[in-house]
């Protein structure tokens, strides 16, 4: 009797790991370890929601249009080079299963989104990591691993875990030096929190082969929901879109996303908010002995000096109901991701964080 298996690559997919959301024994939980907007979101997204409920009977468009209308004018893009997808991880998807496959290579880099390589695996490619330059992703290193065989480069600007990001003039250079058999995907979840930089949409504008991505889970607050984009050439549009499930995203989704990405205002606040707390808890973090780079991203990656004082933060701010992600996965074992909060969430965890410098006890 033959033996079912699966196809390649599949059994290759370590299981992705979220970030916790509950302590034991405590109520009081203040979760910073997975990146949300913990201002919520635009309250004009939750009344779309509530309104659009009225109508779950029906079937959702397939097409996205009004969603995708929203978007294009926002950001001043051509709606018909758009396509929609469950969070950005799902247009991720998209772009692996159309374009890649067994015999061909996905590029990723050393500290990238570890969905890169299941994405990779998912679609039957070789996964290919190469190094950073200080937690900064390496143009030359991305071009130096590129062979006949390469179909994908992902790239997170600005990057997770790290929240470094790649200066404009790198990233027209590597756009510029890639074969036009290589499609560039430019991962730009957290663009929103970034300054003077436009997440890559002038270089998917000007060439066939580059692709960014979008997500409503950051800064929009709608992680619960999963909705997401991407803008590219209509050739790769055309081609994604024909692998898409025709109601991918339900009536809730879609009305709930277009209100939030039309509240222009919202996002400029939360942005104001962040990179204003964000400076406040790096600083902090620093004269607290803790190493991190400059994010522009909302969230900062905290290094101890040792895995043991790592832990020994952790537990002190675990002990203040407050949860962190170590990030030992995504190769820094030292590593204490934390999201950045209010003003009164920030001050939580540089208190916390100063009485354990101080050997205090909550």
Known sequence: MTRITAQPGIMDIALYQGGRSQLAGVTDVLKLSSNENLLGA???????????????????STDHAPLRAAIGEVWGLDPERLICGV???????????????????????????????????????????VPENERVVDVDAILAAVTERTRIVFLANPANPTGTMLANGELDRLADALPDYVILVIDGAYVEFATDYDGGISLARSRPNVLVTRTFSKIYGLGGLRVGWGYGAPALIDVMTRIRQPFNLSVVQLAAAEAAVRDTDWVKDCAALNVEQRARLTGALRQLGLACDDSHANFVLARAQSEAEADAAEAALNADGILIRRVGGYGFPTGLRITVGNAEQTGRVIAALTRWREGATP
């Not at 004009?44 to 959702?60: K, N, T």
């Open 87 to 129: 969070g950005s991880d799902e247009v991720l998807q998209f772009v692996s299963q159309a374009f890649s496959g067994p015999g061909d290579e996905i590029i990723y880099t050393e500290h990238g989104f570890s969905m890169y390589p299941i994405l990779a695996n998912m679609a039957g490619a070789t996964p290919v990591c």
């Open 42 to 60: 635009p309250p004009a997204a939750g009344a779309a929601l509530v309104q659009a409920a009225q109508g779950m009977h029906l079937y959702p």
